[in-house]
Structure formats: structure tokens, C-alpha cells
């Protein structure tokens, strides 16, 4: 009996947790929509002068420098979050603060970033804040520790499942963890996440949003797509390297701005500011501009198509490298797709099969975690290319696992 009241008491506080982080995150999210429709669709795309992206974005550099300066290294990337989140079971709250001012300067002034790094360490600090919360009244009733341990890191692993949702989908914590997973752990997991998704999605509907989720069309499949699997799933890896390889020139060559926080964020946005005037879709994290890409494609041709995937990896990588600190997974996810229309033009592939292969390659082998990739590009494409997105997925994580390991040993 009293193991069922405690199991009754972790649910309760578990779907109220749940809704907590649903509700934080489609406030985060509405904060970061509405500061870039009010700066840019609202006032600088209406006005439609260059020198004002110029001064914009030179003027969120500053900014951006500033808060490098002042608060340090935030909004803290998602990989460092997962990595402290599965060292210490928590995730560090008193710097949240530094994390939301640092994040809404970012994306309000148009870095080619998405949202989810200063999501993952803002929801999941505020978890953990909870947590240390309930852990405490749970001592004071004397309900079993081991019980009170599911709750607190179950809670802070289906944040980390929430924030995928919204904007990612995933299960990297509860999936990635080696042990063997309690039954009252699972429990209270999906009691958390399903509270969080209907809270976030009640809201959303209330306030229209669209979803960044943009179906494709169903791929016809012929002798043709399955020839050229192979090149597409190449054509991923390379595109993993020419983006690994220009993130390390970069930081090398921008070593020497370490010291100077603001001039390096500075000259961050006056690159982005020249990038995006020249050239479309390289501002924002690329997931609401992926539907104009769907749609006009063919229009824009192999020529733009080409260029525009490959600075909008550049402006990505630029943006990280002097400080503009942020998610490199949409945009990651929008460059393949854009590299997957292009070679179909190029050879006449089924388009929604070739944007399937590359951008399911590219983003699994950047991650080199082909659960997450696999789960978030299902929600993308048709369910006739499901068993191409789990073996482009597989392959393409380890296929670069393969690559890195003969290049370390080439070195040593």
C-alpha cells in the first residue's frame, strides 16, 4: 500500500512537472517568435534596406558581445546540458537567468541558430530546481529515497524528451541509458512527457502557431532512388565534413578574438548581416523557411540551391564561432534537405527520396546518434521511406565513427 501511495504522489508531481515544462517552453518559443516578427518581419524586411540589416545586426553583435563578457560562456550548448544532465543527474539552475537573456538576443537578432541548446539547459535547470524541491518534501514524509531518486531524474529526462518535441522529438536520455529501466521510472517518464506535449499543444492551438513540423509528399520509389542510395547517403558524410572542417578553421582563425568578446560577436554580425543580404534563407534556424523551400525549389534552381546550403552552414558556424551561441540542428537538418533537391535536379531523383538520404546522413552522422535523427525526421517524411530513414541513420552514424577513428589513428 504505501509503495502505491508513493507511486500515486510521484505521478501527481509528474504530470504537473510536465505541465510546467510544456507551458515554459511555448512561452520560451512564444518570447523568441514574437521578438523576431516585431524586429524583422514587422519592421526591417517591410522597410527593406541593407544598411539597416547591417546596423541590426552589428547591434545584436554588441549585445551578444556584452552578455559573453559579462555572463560567460551562455546560453550553454545542448551537448554540454546532456553531458552534465548524464554525469550528475542534474542540470545547473542559478545561471538560468544568463541562459534566457543570452538566448533571446541570439535569435531575436537573427542568428542562423534554433532554439533547442537554450531550451535544454533552461527547462531542464528548472526541473532540477523542482526536483531539489520535492526531494525535499519527500525526506520530510518519509517516502522510500529510491522512489524519490525515479522521480527527480525521470522528470529531468522527459524535460529533455519535451524539448525535442518542441522544437525536436526524442528520447536520448531514457533510450541512451544503459541500465535497465525500472517499471516506476517508465511510469513516471511517460506521465511527464504526455502532460508536457498537451499542455504545449493546447497552447499552441490557442495561439495559432504554426508547427514546425512540414510534411513531405509521398516518394515514389523506383529502380533509379534505390541505385542512387549509396551516392546520396556519400553526399551526407561529405557534406559532415566540409561542416566539421569549416567549424575548426574557424575557431582557428578566430582564436585570436578570444580575449575581445565583443569585437569577435561583432564581426559575427556583420557577417551574418552581409550573408543574409545577399543570399535568402540564411537568418533564423531555417525550420519555418523550410516550407518556402519545399515549395520553390524547382524555381530557385541547382545554381541557388547549392549556395544556399552551403553558407547557410557557413552562417550557422559563424555564428557559434564568435559567441552567437545557440541549436546548429535545424539548420543542419534545413542544409541537407536544400543539398538533397539540388542532386535532384543534377540526376533526376525522386526529390522528397534524395532530401530524405542526405539530411537524414548529414544529421545523424553530426550528432553521431542515429535514435534522435531517426525519431525526429520520421515526423518529416512519408512512412514509405521509414527503412531508409533507419539505415541512412545507422550508417551514417557509423560510417563517421569510422572515419574519425582511421584519421586518430593516421595522427598517432
Not at 207 to 224: L, Q
Request: charged content about 15%; proline content about 2%.
Amino acid at each position: 500500500m504505501k509503495r502505491f501511495l508513493s507511486l500515486c504522489v510521484a505521478g501527481s508531481y509528474s504530470i504537473l512537472i510536465g505541465a510546467c515544462v510544456g507551458a515554459i517552453t511555448w512561452l520560451f518559443l512564444t518570447l523568441i517568435f514574437s521578438g523576431i516578427n516585431l524586429i524583422w518581419y514587422d519592421f526591417i524586411f517591410k522597410i527593406n534596406n541593407n544598411y539597416l540589416v547591417l546596423f541590426v545586426c552589428i547591434l545584436g553583435g554588441i549585445m551578444v558581445g556584452l552578455c559573453q563578457k559579462y555572463f560567460g560562456k551562455y546560453p550553454k550548448t545542448m551537448s554540454i546540458v546532456l553531458k552534465e544532465f548524464k554525469e550528475t543527474k542534474r542540470v545547473e539552475y542559478k545561471s538560468l537567468h544568463k541562459s534566457i537573456i543570452s538566448a533571446l538576443i541570439i535569435l531575436w537578432f537573427g542568428a542562423s541558430l534554433g532554439p533547442e541548446a537554450a531550451l535544454s539547459g533552461i527547462v531542464g535547470g528548472l526541473v532540477t530546481l523542482s526536483g531539489d524541491l520535492l526531494k525535499y518534501g519527500f525526506k520530510r514524509k518519509e517516502i522510500e529515497n529510491d522512489l524519490n531518486e525515479i522521480l527527480i531524474e525521470s522528470s529531468i529526462e522527459s524535460t529533455i524528451g519535451i524539448i525535442f518535441a518542441a522544437p525536436l522529438y526524442g528520447f536520448y536520455s531514457l533510450i541512451s541509458n544503459k541500465d535497465k529501466i525500472k517499471k516506476a521510472k517508465t511510469i513516471v517518464y511517460v506521465l511527464t512527457i504526455s502532460s508536457g506535449f498537451y499542455v504545449f499543444d493546447l497552447l499552441s492551438k490557442l495561439d495559432n502557431r504554426a508547427s514546425f513540423i512540414t510534411r513531405f509528399s509521398k516518394a515514389n520509389i523506383g529502380k533509379r532512388e534505390l541505385l542512387f542510395f549509396i551516392p546520396l547517403l556519400i553526399v551526407g558524410l561529405l557534406l559532415t565534413l566540409y561542416y566539421k572542417k569549416m567549424g575548426s578553421v574557424l575557431n582557428k582563425i578566430l582564436k585570436p578574438l578570444d580575449d575581445y568578446k565583443v569585437i569577435k560577436a561583432v564581426l559575427g554580425g556583420g557577417l551574418l548581416a552581409i550573408l543574409g543580404i545577399k543570399i535568402p534563407y540564411i537568418f533564423f534556424s531555417g525550420e519555418h523557411e523550410l516550407k518556402d523551400i519545399i515549395l520553390n525549389w524547382k524555381s530557385l534552381g541547382l545554381a541557388w540551391l547549392l549556395i544556399i546550403c552551403f553558407f547557410k552552414l557557413l552562417a550557422t558556424e559563424l555564428c557559434i564561432s564568435t559567441g552567437w551561441i545557440g541549436g546548429h540542428l535545424f539548420p543542419i537538418m534545413f542544409s541537407g534537405i536544400t543539398m538533397g533537391f539540388a542532386i535532384s535536379i543534377i540526376f533526376g531523383v525522386d526529390p522528397v527520396f534524395s532530401a530524405c538520404v542526405v539530411a537524414t546522413t548529414f544529421l545523424s552522422a553530426i550528432m553521431e546518434n542515429y535514435i534522435v535523427a531517426i525519431f525526429l525526421l520520421v515526423l518529416f517524411f512519408p512512412i514509405n521511406l521509414a527503412i531508409f530513414i533507419i539505415i541512412s541513420a545507422i550508417l551514417g552514424v557509423e560510417l563517421i565513427k569510422k572515419y574519425n577513428s582511421t584519421q586518430n589513428n593516421l595522427l598517432n
